[in-house]
């Protein structure tokens, strides 16, 4: 699903070049749920940019779903973010002046799936709890109940590949782990491929695999309850 090959990402050239990204190599596999752990600075959210297209690496190789992403102009970036990605940010991003079955519908009629926006909207803030807030503004809603209107948008579009950035990094713990478990549920029942940044290493050992960055490298590779490779 996922084949990342040499990935580097730099900043600046000659003596005030900072690379931090440095020489990633990684594989997803269909359906797999990735954390991605380190320290602040070590890359982590770098590397989730690159692979969401929404910025270019400096050299290297990344594959989605067999197509080659690094050499992609943004006109065919926002296609294939379009059909096949899902974003949650720790922001939650939400359109303020939209209610939450508006914010889920946007990308569906933006895609031109108006048809059928509104079902599929209810049925996803339904299977994430919220079921009675449809028409409530983002300002009527609960940090953790933004974020769950943030998780039904994000799998609006059935994506093939989920990208979240701290989802829990705003909630306090019980929600945070609330949170997490819908979208570990969600992704499982729709087949979705996730990559989860976090700073939680208790929430981190929900997914399948978890890797390590320090330093714009990867450092070592764990396989919750299995051994460190």
Same mark, same amino acid.
């Given at each position: ?9 730099? @900043?600046?050239?000659?003596? /005030?070049?900072? *690379?931090?990204? $440095? ?7 269909? #359906? +797999? ?90 049925? @996803?803030?339904?299977?994430? /709890?919220?079921? *009675?807030?449809? $028409? ?7 940090? #953790? +109940? ?84």
């Amino acid at each position: 699903m996922i084949h990342v090959c040499n990935l580097v990402k730099a @900043l600046g050239s000659g003596t /005030g070049r900072v *690379e931090i990204l $440095r020489g990633i190599d990684l594989e997803v596999q269909k #359906g +797999e749920v990735l954390a991605i752990e380190g320290p602040s600075g070590s890359g982590k959210s770098t590397l989730l940019g690159l692979l969401a297209g929404f910025d270019s690496p400096t050299s290297g190789s990344i594959r989605l779903d067999g197509e080659e992403i690094s050499t992609m102009n943004e006109d065919e970036l926002a296609l294939l973010r379009g059909k096949k990605l899902g974003f949650v940010f720790q922001s939650y991003n939400l359109i303020p002046t939209l209610t939450a079955e508006e914010n889920v519908m946007l990308p569906m009629e933006l895609r031109g799936d108006g048809s059928a926006a509104e079902r599929r909207a209810r049925e @996803l803030l339904a299977a994430v /709890g919220l079921q *009675e807030r449809f $028409r409530h503004f983002p300002a009527q809603l609960s940090g #953790g +109940e933004q974020q769950r209107v943030a998780l039904a948008r994000a799998f609006a579009g059935n994506p093939s590949i989920l990208l979240a950035d701290e989802p829990t990094g705003n909630l306090d713990s019980t929600t945070g782990k609330m949170v997490l478990e819908l979208l570990l549920d969600l992704n499982r029942r729709q087949g979705t491929t996730l990559i989860l940044v976090t700073h939680d290493a208790a929430l981190s050992r929900l997914a399948d695999r978890i890797i390590r960055l320090r330093d714009g490298k990867i450092v070592d590779e764990v396989i919750p309850g299995g051994e460190t490779s």
